[in-house]
C-alpha cells in the first residue's frame, strides 16, 4: 500500500515561531502536495511539486515556503507562524497521469495549533 | 477555470435509506473525477475514481458514481447506507497544471 506520511499530527506554536511540517511517501510518485483544510472552506492547496527541487504555487501560498530536495519528501514551512494558520494540513502524492495527476493519496494530517 | 462544486453542505440520512451526493464540475476536456471520504481528524481516502470507459464506476464500500457529460455531473450513491458512513465527502476533478481541484465537501449524518 502507498504510504504518506507526516511527522507529526498535532503541533502547538507561539506567534512568530518558525515552523516544519514534513512530508515522506514511500511510491516513487512525482507529485507532491500540502492542503489546509478549514472548517467550510474545504481544500486549499498551498503548494505543489512536480520534481525535486520543482515548486508551483497553489491558492493560497503567502505565509507559506516549501522545499523538495529529495522524491521521498516535501516539506511545508511557516517562515513566522500567525494565528490564522492555525488549521489542519494535509499532504498529499500521485503520479503525473497524461499531463495532468492521477489519484491523490493523502497523509492523516497535521493539526497546528498557533498560539 | 476548473471548478468543483457540491451543492449540499450537510445531508442527513436514516439508516439503511439510499444516499445520493451531488457533484458538478466545470472543465473543457474529458475529466479525471475522484470521490473522496474523511472521517473525523483523518486524512482522505479515495472511495472511486473515473477517467474514462463506463461511465458507472464502482468503489468500495458499497459506492457507486456516474459520470454524466451532459450534466457535467458526478453523483455519489449508495443504496443502503451504514451508521460507519457518517464523514465528510469531497468530489475533485484533475485539472490542468497537474493538481485537484476540490469540491467544498458534504457532511452526511446518519439517523439510527
Known amino acids: 500500500d502507498v504510504k504518506v506520511t507526516q511527522s507529526s499530527r498535532y503541533l502547538v506554536k507561539r506567534t512568530g515561531e518558525k515552523v516544519f511540517l514534513e512530508c515522506v511517501q514511500d511510491m516513487d510518485h512525482e507529485n507532491m502536495f500540502w492542503y489546509r483544510q478549514d472548517p467550510g472552506l474545504g481544500l486549499r492547496l498551498i503548494y505543489f511539486s512536480y520534481d525535486v527541487k520543482m515548486k508551483e504555487k497553489g491558492d493560497i501560498p503567502e505565509g507559506y515556503s516549501v522545499s523538495r530536495e529529495k522524491k521521498e519528501r516535501f516539506s511545508l514551512i511557516l517562515e513566522s507562524a500567525s494565528t490564522n494558520q492555525t488549521s489542519m494540513y494535509l499532504c498529499?502524492?500521485?503520479?503525473?497521469?497524461?499531463?495532468?495527476?492521477?489519484?491523490?493519496?493523502f497523509g492523516e494530517g497535521s493539526r497546528l495549533t498557533v498560539l | 477555470a476548473q471548478s468543483v462544486t457540491q451543492p449540499d453542505i450537510h445531508i442527513t440520512v436514516s439508516e439503511g435509506a439510499s444516499l445520493e451526493l451531488r457533484c458538478n464540475y466545470s472543465?473543457?476536456?474529458?475529466?479525471?473525477l475522484f470521490w473522496y471520504v474523511q472521517s473525523p481528524g483523518q486524512g482522505l481516502q479515495l472511495l472511486l475514481k473515473y477517467f474514462s470507459g463506463d461511465t458507472l464506476v464502482q468503489g468500495i464500500k458499497g459506492f457507486e458514481a456516474e459520470f454524466k457529460r451532459s450534466q457535467s455531473s458526478f453523483n455519489l450513491r449508495k443504496p443502503s447506507v451504514h451508521w460507519s458512513d457518517a464523514a465528510e465527502y469531497f468530489c475533485?476533478?484533475?485539472?490542468?497544471?497537474?493538481?485537484?481541484?476540490f469540491g467544498a465537501g458534504t457532511i452526511l449524518r446518519v439517523k439510527s
Open positions: 475533485a476533478v484533475a485539472s490542468y497544471g497537474n493538481k485537484l481541484v
Open positions: 472543465y473543457g476536456a474529458t475529466p479525471y
Open positions: 498529499a502524492s500521485s503520479f503525473i497521469l497524461q499531463g495532468t495527476t492521477g489519484e491523490l493519496f
